[in-house]
């Protein structure tokens, strides 16, 4: 495929935002990475997710805490995914490249890739946003209709009703199938990815064979295999419910864009409007929420300023809004997080019932 191309006037607003954000850490004499509240959250997690995870495998308590841990497993899997992982595969949750580099790893372990994912997030979806045929992120189909340039399925209609149930196996689809139809084809869609050396070969395999141990072998021998199935069901329940409406309240909700690419290959805005266009913040006056979705409530600060660690989003999202103010720029925000589920849900039901 051909890559599309952005407007490359950069305007006024784009030059003011970027300097008033150098600007607030020269001033306050901090790095734009993660600080010491961010490792205390980060042990915090690995150690309870270890702590749970132990309890039920070598202590094999009764089935009804058993089946509640593993959902509390699918809750931290998605907690440490948001916060450590993504920060660390973005290059912000140190100021080293070796620390980022396993934080980045925890997604190994975790059952997916993260070779794979910062071509897919990192390069696809954080520079194509909402472009259909392009980000993958709001590829669903045929199962969901998320933007209006998608093809349209009589089923759609009822996708308002079923989406939840399309998003309990979006894990359990990430790590079983779509990894692997990365792998073998090489590609995102019809997006290439950077040629394979034997390092990722290697990373790839070794890490989904001790995913496999660690979550499918080790449980079985343990419970049984009826057992550790309903376990493992709700574990992945559980974590792809989690990430995947997070990630689409930030993106398929009222007011945002899905821009379309023109006869010439190329769109309409520069690159930071067409992210304000395509994305939207929610509950982000709720810092209990902030900190186990690993700031992606500021999605908008995240898209503009994706080398920022997101502890860093509730300071700097007063000036980016500030800023599109003043230059009369959009930014869509939703005061709560049940406001941007409904969001969500009338823009799954207005897509299933307009062809």
């Known amino acids: 495929m051909t890559t599309p191309r952005f407007n490359k006037i950069q305007s006024t607003f784009n030059l003011e935002l970027r300097n008033r954000i150098t600007q607030y850490f020269k001033e306050n004499q901090i790095s734009p990475t993660g600080n010491t509240k961010l490792y205390f959250k980060a042990i915090i997690l690995i150690l309870t997710f270890i702590a749970v995870y132990i309890h039920l495998i070598i202590f094999t ?21 948001f916060n450590i992982m993504h920060d660390g595969s973005h290059g912000s949750f140190s100021q080293s490249t070796f620390i980022n580099s396993i934080a980045g790893m925890s997604m190994n372990f975790l059952g997916s890739n993260v070779h794979f994912w910062n071509t897919k997030h990192n390069v696809i979806h954080h520079t194509f946003t909402n472009i259909d045929d392009i980000d993958d992120d709001i590829d669903v189909k045929p199962f969901l209709r998320l933007s209006p340039t998608q093809e349209y399925h009589f089923f759609h209609k009822f996708q308002h009703v079923y989406f939840l149930a399309a998003y309990s196996i979006f894990f359990l689809f990430w790590i079983f199938y779509t990894d692997y ?56 329940i559980a ?29 309409e805005d520069e690159w930071m409007i067409h992210q304000l266009k395509t994305t939207a913040n929610f509950s982000t006056k709720n810092p209990i929420l ?66």
Not at 332 to 346: N, Q, T, V
Request: charged share 10%.
């Open 61 to 81: 308590p009764s089935l009804l805490i058993a089946l509640s841990e593993c959902i509390v497993l699918g809750f931290l899997t998605s907690f440490i995914g």
């Open 181 to 236: 139809v990365k792998y073998f084809t090489r590609k995102i869609g019809d997006y290439p990815m950077p040629p394979f050396n034997a390092k990722t070969h290697i990373s790839f395999w070794a890490f989904k064979l001790i995913h496999a141990v660690l979550f499918i072998v080790l449980p079985i021998i343990q419970f049984g295999f009826l057992n550790w199935l309903m376990g493992f069901l709700l574990y992945t």
């Open 239 to 267: 974590t792809g419910l989690v990430l995947a409406i997070v990630f689409q309240m930030a993106h398929t909700v009222d007011g945002t864009e899905f821009p379309i690419i023109n006869e010439h290959n190329s769109l």
């Open 290 to 355: 902030s900190w186990f979705v690993g700031g992606l409530n500021f999605q908008i600060e995240h898209h503009l300023f994706p080398k920022i660690s997101h502890v860093h989003y509730p300071a700097i999202s007063r000036i980016v809004k500030k800023t599109c103010q003043e230059f009369d720029v959009q930014y869509i925000e939703f005061p709560s997080i049940f406001d941007a589920f409904l969001s969500h849900y009338r823009h799954l039901k207005f897509l299933g019932q307009n062809a």
